[in-house]
């Protein structure tokens, strides 16, 4: 009895940790180990690699998704099953008797050499007449734990709800946000646009102005110029004949050019200045719109 016990032992102990198996993982040569202790040992391992058995040395691959997907030892893991319920029906201060009585004092369970050591004046009953009177009670205790489960599913549902419905309100309100600024936006490009247009209107009439000035003195200087060069043309050539000839006539288109009245036109370009808006005002001004936020307090929820 006592040798199978042992091999029991061993067969649930892992060969690394020297402990009972924690979720027994198997390797292609059928050899089991902890999971914590194959990611530790085949840590520096990449999905796809090599590695060794680190008992019998055979050779594998590592899964590609890792050594946690490696397949579970099922066999191992029946053995593990078996040891923790006959542990389970062992008395931890004599593990060679199992436990068959419930103390009511102390509140747990016992064998008959506890009851003859320490408890022989407590209230004492057996276990299954015990467990009988527990089972309504843990019941109970289940259903309104459930209860609660139920109830807190609910309460998590209802906020993801409303999680959802102000997620959605909130970009409701974002579009509406955008649509104005959008609206300010093209009002406030509209008289940028109306600001040139008119600006443009002055600069056009001034030019406009300017040229018909300009056209007024070359038109009057036109005769000027065409007795300058032909009475240099004249004087140039120093033929006396010439010049005694053409002076008299010159003399008097000179002082007939002389007392024509010039043009009196007279060109003043409009004094621009441009007035900037206050925009110290303007950001003063809640163009937009503003956000409200209003938290509604909720009472405190009482489950039990």
């Not at 198997?26 to 090599?50: E, M, T, V, W």
């Not at 590695?51 to 893991?77: N, S, W, Y």
């Not at 008797?97 to 419930?102: D, F, I, T």
């Not at 005694?244 to 009245?261: G, M, Q």
């Amino acid at each position: 009895m006592a040798a199978a016990a042992a091999a029991t032992t061993n067969l649930t102990t892992c060969p690394i940790c020297k402990e009972m198996f924690d979720n027994p993982k198997s390797l292609p040569c059928l050899h089991a180990f902890c999971l914590k202790c194959i990611q530790n040992l085949y840590r520096k391992k990449s999905p796809g690699d090599r590695a060794t058995c680190p008992l019998c040395r055979e050779e594998f691959q590592i899964p590609r998704d890792g050594v946690e997907h490696l397949k579970h030892h099922f066999m191992v893991q029946q053995l593990l099953d078996k040891e923790k319920e006959r542990q389970g029906s062992c008395c931890e201060k004599h593990n060679d008797k199992e436990v068959e009585l419930y103390c009511h004092e102390c509140k747990e369970n016992i064998c008959v050499k506890c009851y003859v050591e320490k408890h022989r004046n407590h209230n004492i009953v057996l276990i299954p007449e015990v467990a009988d009177d527990f089972r309504p009670r843990m019941n109970e205790d289940d259903e309104r734990i459930l209860s609660v489960i139920n109830a807190v599913r609910e309460k998590s549902e209802q906020i993801k709800k409303t999680a959802t419905e102000f997620v959605r309100n909130a970009e409701e309100i974002k579009k509406k946000v955008v649509a104005v600024g959008d609206v300010i936006k093209h009002s406030v490009d509209s008289q940028v646009n109306d600001v040139l247009v008119e600006l443009q209107s002055v600069i056009s009439e001034s030019a406009n102005e300017a040229e018909s000035a300009q056209k007024a003195y070359q038109q009057a200087i036109a005769p000027l110029e065409s007795f300058h060069t032909e009475s240099r043309e004249l004087l140039d050539k120093d033929r006396p004949s010439d010049i005694t000839r053409a002076a008299c006539e010159l003399h008097d288109r000179a002082r007939e050019l002389l007392s024509s009245d010039f043009p009196a036109v007279k060109y003043h370009p409009p004094h621009v200045t441009f007035t900037p808006a206050d925009v110290t005002q303007v950001k003063r001004i809640n163009l937009i719109g503003k956000i409200t936020v209003k938290t509604e307090e909720q009472p405190g929820n009482t489950y039990i």
